[in-house]
C-alpha cells in the first residue's frame, strides 16, 4: 500500500457498502415502487371508464397497494431484516476502520512520522520474510501490528487506544462515537444473546452519553432496530473515518510524540 494513496478511499468505500444496506433495508419500498409504477396509468384509464369488469378491475389493487405503502403496513414483516442490517453494517465498519488504521501507520511510518511507541514497536520478523518485504517494510509492519496487537475493531475504545497509542492521535469521545458504541453493543446482543437485552448490555451503555439514540434500554427487552436508526449509527461511523482520513495528510505538518 503506497503511503500516498488517498485515506479518503476507505471513507468512499464504507460509504458505497453502507448504501448498500440501506438499499437492503427499504427493499420492500422499491418493490411496492416499481408495483405501483406499472399498475398507475391502468388504473388511472380505468377510472374514466363507466364499467370495468370486477375481474379486471385494477384500481381497488391499485389503492389497496397504494395504502400499505402509505402506512408501512409490511414493515412489521421485515423488522428481522433491520437488526442484521445493524450487524452488517458494523461488519462493513469493522473492515473499514481496520484498513483505515493499516494505511494511516504507513504513512506515518513512510513519512518519519511515527510515534515513539510505534517507532519501539517490536516485532518477531523471520529473516526470510524480512528480506522478501524489504520493498515495502512500512506496509508489512502495519499489517503485523495488526495482527499480532490487543487490538479490537468492533471495540471503540480499543480503537481509540490504538490511535492514542501507535498513531499520536486521541479522536474525540463525542455523540458519533457514542452511536458508534451502541450500535455495536447492539450487535453483539443480536449475533450472541438472541437480540435481548442482558444486564452486561445494560451496564456497557448506560454510562454512553452523549448519544442520539435509545437514551434507555431495559434488561429483557428485545432489540428491534428501525431503518432510521440504523441510518443514524451509518452517519456516525462515517463521520469517524472521515474525520481519522482528514486527520492524517499525505504530507504530514507535524511531528507527533
Known sequence: MSASFPLLVHVVRFQDNLSKVQQL????????????T??????????TLKYVPPDLNLKTV???????????????????????GLVLAVSHFTSATRELFKAVVVRLLTH????????????????????QKSGDIPDYVASQLVAHSDMSFQDMQSINRGYRDFCGYDPPRDNHVNNIVIGQA?????????????????????????????????IGSQ????????????????????VIAMKFPAQPVENRT
Open 186 to 218: 447492539f450487535r453483539h446482543a443480536i449475533v450472541h444473546n438472541a437480540a435481548v437485552v442482558d444486564e452486561q448490555l445494560v451496564n456497557q451503555v448506560s454510562a454512553v452519553k452523549p448519544r442520539d439514540l435509545r437514551d434507555t434500554v431495559e
Open 112 to 131: 518519519g512520522h511515527a510515534p515513539k511507541k510505534l517507532q519501539q514497536l517490536k516485532l518477531d520478523l523471520p529473516v526470510g520474510q524480512l528480506v
Open 223 to 242: 432489540i428491534l432496530m428501525t431503518p432510521q436508526e440504523v441510518d443514524l449509527i451509518g452517519k456516525s461511523m462515517l463521520q469517524f473515518l472521515r
Open 62 to 84: 391499485y389503492d389497496v397497494i397504494r395504502t400499505v405503502q402509505k402506512n408501512d403496513s409490511l414493515r412489521a414483516q421485515y423488522r428481522e431484516i433491520y437488526n442484521q
Open 38 to 47: 406499472k399498475l398507475q396509468p391502468i388504473a388511472d384509464h380505468q377510472r
Open 25 to 36: 433495508l427499504t427493499f420492500d419500498q422499491v418493490i411496492l415502487n416499481f408495483v405501483l
